[in-house]
């Protein structure tokens, strides 16, 4: 193979993964857009979702679809509860209190699905056609593009709603300023509410992708994406969702290119050291406005 | 000024008395092996949660990355003793002075970052600083670097320790310390009344990732074999839950909170498959209770219950 | 200090609790006395943490083995009794756990853990308190010989990587015509590096070169960035120390990047996961060494055993937990007792005894002379195509 070519394979095998990082970094973001909250667990609702999703599939015997709507609910549900039983009694805490606690409730997603699905990895059912496109050299497989599209989509989707709709304007104002937006008369529970199932349920999305794509899940599988998502959420602006997409594109393709040129085990070394150098020059990520502070 | 000492002294006296009925008791085997361990653990992680809690809980700077500057304080000084055999003591400083120094070239461009962005910051160089050593042969790479000299013991953890918690207590209380507290509050208004927000912020971060190197060698001269495994983010994290189950901002605190996570992973060794299922709902159910901590922003010396102590002891 | 009493107060009760807590339980390892119609057994594995799967199917293993003394009767009237500690997949808590088993628990001899790491941690405080170890599945040579010392108290139950990596080499030479190779580690497992270096050593031996190095960590998912780099090598053969969970998306990936050539690998392979996550045609045109084949009529006894306690098949941490298992309570019938050092020496003198999967005999470094054998999957099925019995060093 050329170099060219390589390169261009590399760029490929980048997008792809980054596409994944994208699609559960856009969860991240719009959680802490809401309540600044780095939610530790999010990786874990991600686990959560594909396991929902192998379950829906391998013993309620159902298709694709209706496997991602059940994961979606699902685990969207449990992204409220754990809202409402965990962070909503804190709101008032100090904001690392409410960062502890989501650590907490990570291990305990991890641990206690350990204990009732054990460690041992699940593999997914072959549920979505596996075709690949060959380009000269170069292949492109068909999930790949699938997931590329779905991540897409949903971002324009979920933009939409912020933008144009009157939850979104509910969701940018309890955002901007709870106390004033509750004056105003948002809800400010219900919208903060509404954003977990949202994210929660993009994270089912992911999960039940992941899962097809890779073909295996475990219960630790929600850590390492988990925490690369946040990275990439940080790296294009946290809080803004076309941010948390090109950040996640852009960690994907560093970390292939690292992995093809130099070497994979420095791989997570140089994602970390790129974001670091971002965050040096434009310290609010890529896409993100510099604040001024008020004292 | 005058109490400040005498209280020094008295909390220096019931120190060595502490380690004087520890000692014995496992001098008459009436702790055993294993509670011994983990008594040593809990020093160590003393260090850990009191040299965090200095850079997190009294300048305020978000840091993931203790873990890391442990790590370097663990892989110097075990190169020292094994390969150079430098005696514990001088590695142990080494250690610290290399996680420092490291500590200070790193902060120096990262403590610009405010809040979440400095803690993704430090927590990416902690892991950078894991996979840097994970890549080198010479220390073992990923399997760990073996046959380290058992040096550590519980005196010595003990009498580190101690030296730690009235080095940073002391810090605290000087004007350094204040102007740090001060950074704390707010960072704007303390720049606005000439404290060099810059130098202070720094100079935490750099005795913070001192005695986490220092901790790290006595870590690593208890086990024999150390491997980057053993400082990943989540070990970050671990320290960081220390600090604030035990309460941001107060040594006291820094003590019972790395007193508690390692008291309660021991004492759950038997039920293994659910003992971080435990541990998660025990950390979840203390935020609610206490979101500020144990201890809070208050250190046992100010309590009501000593200073009755105090006064008696005064007056007899 | 605004602070209430009333929170002042609950604080000092809680740190009351846990220091009178830590005392009673200090006390309470020391008054653990043994009874006189058990022998305890200390096993310390990876439960929790990154290779839990590994930890918990070797001890799901052994668990049997010694059910199944058990309800024999036991050793001489003795029932076994195992102690189980997590090690959190960590070389300074299998220290810990070591110590627990040793000094709490005053176990008379300790299995595990699963990775060669955690094993070589715990072996001083072993050898210092006189307590045998028996290592089911670290292959790392340095687990039972350091610096061309023996260490007295260690032994393994299963073969060792030079000898899997020997094997392998002469596969691709002899068998496949290979003249080019491709070493794909991972490069957070020792086993994984210790192999690599052997094929490599072995292979340009025997006339071959290895034209590319590359490694992965550990959990990764996603390979196809290095596998596109090692596609453009194209070499003869793809030599992948590693195990089944990470194994099984390599074959999948690579095979889906169009890479046709063999692919080899150890017994870190031996699981029916790898068939699952890759698919049956991804896998065929690869070949793996192991230590038994499934279709062998001696290892169907344990099987079938495995698959009626467990509802599923073992996989090959299984199998060597239950070999651990199998050697000792063989060591303890002929040490006539539950003295640590006397279970050493029979440990030492295991010979021709038959285990789950074949028969062993403890060489003079406490590592098994055991038969390796090479299974190739081909649509679906795994194929023996060599046993290989080694001679003792």
């Known amino acids: 193979m050329e170099l060219s070519q390589q390169l261009l394979q590399q760029l490929i095998n980048g997008i792809s993964l980054g596409s994944i990082y994208a699609l559960i970094a856009l969860g991240y973001t719009m959680i802490y857009g809401i309540i600044k909250l780095i939610n530790f667990a999010h990786g874990d609702i991600y686990m959560v979702g594909a396991y929902v999703g192998f379950f829906a599939i391998t013993q309620a015997q159902v298709s694709i679809l209706p496997a991602l709507l059940i994961s979606m609910v699902v685990t969207g549900l449990l992204g409220m509860l754990v809202e409402k039983l965990a962070y909503k009694p804190l709101r008032h805490a100090p904001r690392i209190s409410i960062l502890i606690t989501a650590i907490g409730v990570s291990f305990f997603l991890e641990y206690a699905s350990m204990y009732f699905v054990s460690p041992t990895p699940r593999t997914f059912p072959e549920v979505i056609d596996n075709v690949a496109f060959h380009v000269g050299d170069l292949v492109i497989n068909g999930q790949q593009l699938l997931i590329l599209g779905i991540t897409v989509v949903l971002m324009a989707i979920l933009t939409y709603i912020v933008q144009k709709t009157k939850l979104g304007k509910a969701m940018r104002a309890a955002s901007f300023d709870t106390e004033t937006a509750q004056l105003m008369g948002v809800n400010a529970d219900q919208v903060i509410s509404f954003t977990f199932v949202i994210g929660s349920s993009l994270a089912a999305v992911a999960g039940v992708l992941v899962g097809v794509y890779y073909n295996s899940i475990d219960p630790l599988m929600g850590i390492m994406p988990g925490l690369k998502a946040f990275v990439a959420a940080v790296l294009g602006g946290i809080g803004i969702l076309p941010g948390a997409v090109v950040g996640g594109l852009v960690l994907g393709v560093i970390e292939a290119l690292v992995s093809g040129f130099i070497s994979s085990t420095f791989r997570d070394a140089a994602a970390f050291a790129i974001l670091i ?10 896409f993100g406005k510099n604040t001024n502070e008020k004292v | 000024m005058n109490l400040l000492r005498r209280n020094d002294l008295i909390m220096l006296a019931f120190g060595i008395v502490v380690f004087a009925v520890l000692q014995g008791l ?12 983990n008594l040593m653990l809990i020093g160590i992680n003393i260090i850990m949660s009191v040299s965090l809690n200095l850079i997190n809980g009294y300048t305020g700077q978000f840091s993931l990355g203790h873990a890391g500057f442990m790590a370097v304080g663990a892989y110097v000084g075990v190169v020292l003793t094994t390969n150079f055999h430098v005696p514990f003591l001088g590695a142990l400083l080494a250690g610290g002075a290399a996680a420092g120094f490291l500590g200070f ?16 910051a430090t927590l990416g160089l902690g892991e950078i600083i894991r996979i840097v050593i994970m890549n080198i042969e010479y220390v073992g790479g990923a399997a760990g670097f073996r046959n380290i000299p058992h040096y550590t013991n519980f005196a010595w953890v003990f009498f580190i320790m101690l030296f730690t918690l009235f080095f940073i207590k002391n810090f605290v209380n000087s004007s350094h310390g204040r102007a740090c507290i001060a950074i704390r509050e707010n960072e704007i208004a303390a720049e606005a009344m000439g404290v060099n927000t810059t130098k202070y912020k720094i100079m935490a971060f750099t005795i913070g990732a001192a005695f986490a190197g220092i901790a790290g060698g006595l870590f690593a001269h208890n086990y024999y074999i150390i491997s980057p495994a053993s400082f990943t983010f989540m070990q970050s994290f671990i320290f960081l839950i220390m600090v604030v189950l035990g309460g941001l901002g107060s040594i006291t605190g ?5 007193f508690f996570v390692t008291f309660i992973s021991a004492a759950l060794a038997n039920w293994p498959e659910y003992r971080m299922i435990i541990f998660a709902l025990l950390l979840i159910l203390l935020m609610f209770y206490r979101p500020q901590g144990l201890f809070g922003y208050v250190e046992i010396t100010n309590m009501g219950i000593f200073r009755k102590i105090l006064k008696r002891g005064g007056t007899a | 200090m605004n602070f209430s009493k009333k929170s002042m107060r609950l604080a000092g009760a809680l740190l009351g609790t846990m220091l009178l807590g830590g005392v009673f339980a200090g006390c309470g390892g020391g008054g653990n006395e043994a009874k006189s119609d058990e022998i305890k057994i200390g096993a310390n594995f990876e439960m929790t943490g990154n290779v839990a799967n590994y930890g918990n199917a070797t001890l799901e293993g052994l668990k049997l083995a010694i059910k199944e003394t058990n309800d024999a009767g036991g050793i001489n009237g003795k029932k076994i009794k195992l102690i189980e500690v997590d090690n959190k997949s960590e070389a300074s808590e299998s220290v810990n756990a070591a110590t627990k088993l040793i000094s709490d628990d005053k176990v008379k001899l300790i299995v595990g853990p699963a990775v060669t790491a955690n094993v070589i941690a715990e072996s001083q405080v072993a050898t210092d308190s006189k307590v045998p170890v028996l290592a089911p599945d670290a292959t790392s040579p340095a687990v039972t010989v350091e610096n061309g010392q023996v260490k007295d108290f260690i032994f393994r139950s299963c073969f060792i990587d030079p000898q899997q990596g020997d094997v392998m080499a002469k596969f691709a030479v002899d068998n496949l015509k290979a003249k080019t190779a491709v070493i794909y580690i991972d490069n957070s497992s020792d086993y994984s590096k210790s192999l690599g270096q052997v094929f490599k050593e072995k292979f340009e031996a025997a006339g071959g070169t290895v034209v590319m190095q590359e490694a992965f960590l550990q959990k990764d998912q996603d390979f196809k960035a290095a596998l596109t780099k090692i596609k453009t090598a194209n070499a003869d053969v793809i030599f992948i120390p590693a195990y089944y969970e990470e194994v099984g998306k390599i074959v999948k990936q ?33 070949f793996f060494s192991t230590h038994y084949s499934d279709k062998d009529e001696s290892v169907k006894a344990f099987i079938d055993a495995y698959n009626k306690e467990y509802k599923h098949a073992p996989n090959v941490f299984a199998a060597l937990g239950y070999d651990a298992g199998k050697l000792l309570v063989d060591a303890i019938k002929r040490a006539g007792g539950d003295d640590p050092v006397k279970i050493k020496d029979a440990l030492e003198a295991t010979k021709d005894l038959q285990v789950g999967t074949g028969i062993i005999t403890m060489d003079k470094n406490h590592n098994p002379i055991k038969q390796a054998v090479i299974l190739e999957n081909k649509g679906g099925d795994r194929v023996m195509v060599a046993k290989i019995m080694p001679e003792a060093e």
Not at chain 1, 278 to 286: A, D, M, N, T, W
Not at chain 2, 26 to 33: F, L, Q, R, T
Not at chain 3, 263 to 277: E, N, P, Q, R, S
Request: aromatic fraction near 8%; glycine fraction near 14%; proline fraction near 4%.
């Open chain 2, 26 to 37: 496992m001098e008459e085997g009436i702790i055993g092996s294993f509670w011994k361990l």
């Open chain 2, 254 to 258: 820094g003590i019972a909170g790395a």
């Open chain 3, 254 to 286: 690579a095979r889906e990047l169009g890479i046709t050539q063999p692919l080899l690998g150890t017994d870190g392979w031996d699981d029916f996961k790898v068939a699952d996550i890759a698919g049956a045609d991804a896998l065929n045109n690869t």
């Open chain 2, 105 to 120: 070239l790193i902060g120096l461009p990262t403590l610009r970052l405010r809040g979440d962005y400095l803690a993704i």
């Open chain 1, 277 to 286: 150098l971002v965050l040096l020059f434009k310290p609010s990520g890529l």
